[in-house]
């Protein structure tokens, strides 16, 4: 039996990138998890293929975020899920992880912001607020941030819908900590996944970014994926509320 067999899991944006190597990581530890995605269901299926393969469980959730009613058909299929899979509508982890970029701050619209706030600050927010009644004490919570809100990114309107990321997690482990439950963000640095094209398929401009890190390469999905699932972890009960850089050192000086 693996450390976390028999508890649950909602991964948002866990059909590629990141948010599946998190969801996959979950699922090797025991875990039963519900594979969150918006449009690209073939990625989805995929997510849950590799866990099934793997000896996993996992169930997929199409649901876009950043549009009205999202949350309801979120939780509608997820509660459908989680009951017809473990007779229970119970939680043990919620990784907010689904995201997106934007343009600059030059060039950005007013309508481009409005969904940038609305998928990557508001949707977490509200996905929590319907999450906490199902989660179990002792329940984790972990937002994905990014390094970016530590280094002055120039032109990038996208890390101040991660600081807010922040703010909440804080605010929130202080709210939950009475039932044990912790909240902390992850802040990854560049990592190669489908948010950064231009790293994708390129060892060369790979081995260029990750010259600014500490240890001197880009990060990958799983780098990120073995830092959630420590916190989702028992042995990570007593950090809360803390912004956990994931980078390998991005431009720490
Ligand atoms: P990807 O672009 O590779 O994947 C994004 C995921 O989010 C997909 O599963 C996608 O679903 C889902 N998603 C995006 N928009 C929506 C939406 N409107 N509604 C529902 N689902 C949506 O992202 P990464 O894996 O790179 O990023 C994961 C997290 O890590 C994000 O929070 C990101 O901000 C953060 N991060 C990433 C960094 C990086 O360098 N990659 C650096 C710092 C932070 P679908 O497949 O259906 O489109």
Redesign the pocket.
Known sequence: MTPLTGRTALV?????????AIARRLAADGMLVAV??????A??RETVRLIEKDGGRAFSI??????PG?VDTLFAVLEAGLLAQTGRVRLDVLV??????ADSIETITPEAFD?LIA??TK?PLFIIQRALPLLNDGGRIVN?????TRIAMPKQP?AMS?AAIEVLSSSLAQMVGGRSITVNAV??????????PWMLDDPEVQQMVGSGNAVPRA?Q?AD?ADVVAFLASEAGRWVTGQVIDASGGCFLG
């Open positions: 948002t944006g866990a059909s590629r990138g990141i948010g599946r969150h995605y918006g449009s690209n269901e990625a989805a199409r649901a876009e975020l950043g549009v999202d907010n992880n689904a995201a997106v970029t969904r998928v990557n949707a994905l941030s990014a390094a970016a996208y991660k802040a990854p640095g560049p990592t190669v996944t489908d948010m950064n990060g999905p990120i």
